[in-house]
């Protein structure tokens, strides 16, 4: 359906252009069958790229909407983590690097787009379009990056609680045990609880710094999500520099 959709509203926006007149067509200049085929040729090829984008969307949002189910409480044991796994993420570092590779290859798209339909002699319909498409990789990258960081988070709070109920059943267990009138063999039992409690609470100090350090991301992601933006930019004013080349000749 999203795809349905992003297809017949560009088809929509080059019918209004057309109607117009914003869209170049070689046939009206030049009205013979290789012209018309050469409109057909571009026009097809037009709304290819249009079909194809508009795939990398669907596939985009999909990510995003699984990712949003998955960090839901009631979804979240279905996620298998490693909490000891090296990459401090319970072994999602490939995903999270899936989703950075996605974006950059989604921003140098964008960049693509600029070039082809980009006019800064005029705010078309193309421009508003593109600046949507700008916002959602914006989208795309923050929400999936949070929803990891939301599900690695979950779960060492689920471990966390597991803890505190058994460290709270050790703790009432050992008081009972202080309280008895009658100590006499009962010691023993009395140092494997106050082993017991040490343990549980020695976990739960190190899944809470593992929670304080819990991002989703690091200093590289971070690069990497900026630098992603360059091409777009370098795009966008390349466009400027020839228009006011065009408007400005030397």
């Not at 999270?96 to 290859?105: A, D, F, K, P």
Request: hydrophobic share 50%.
């Amino acid at each position: 359906m999203t795809v349905v959709s992003f297809v017949a509203l560009f088809i929509l926006v080059k019918s209004v252009e057309a109607l117009q007149g914003f869209i170049h067509l070689f046939y009206p200049q030049e009205p013979t069958i290789w012209s018309a085929i050469l409109d057909f040729v571009n026009q097809s090829v037009s709304l290819i790229n249009i079909f194809l984008l508009a795939t990398v969307i669907w596939i985009l949002l999909n990510i995003v909407r699984t990712l949003t189910t998955l960090s839901n409480a009631e979804h979240r044991r279905c996620v298998a983590l490693d909490m000891l796994c090296i990459d401090r993420l319970g072994g999602l570092q490939q995903l999270r690097n899936y989703i950075v590779m996605s974006h950059v290859t989604y921003s140098i798209v964008i960049a693509l787009l600029v070039l082809s339909y980009f006019n800064p002699f005029s705010i078309l319909y193309e421009t508003y379009i593109l600046l949507a498409l700008y916002v959602l990789s914006f989208y795309y990258f923050i929400s999936s990056i949070g929803s990891i960081k939301k599900i690695l988070k979950g779960h060492i709070e689920d471990q966390i609680e597991r803890i505190n109920e058994k460290y709270s059943r050790q703790h009432r267990k050992l008081l009972s045990l202080i309280s008895e009138e009658n100590e006499s063999g009962i010691e023993h039992e009395i140092t494997l609880i106050k082993i017991s409690l040490d343990t549980l609470y020695t976990e739960r100090e190190r899944l809470l710094s593992l929670h304080s350090q819990s991002k989703g991301y690091n200093p590289k992601t971070v690069i990497q999500f900026i630098s992603s933006f360059i091409l777009p930019v370098i795009a966008f004013f390349e466009k400027i520099y020839l228009a006011i080349d065009v408007l400005l000749p030397k």
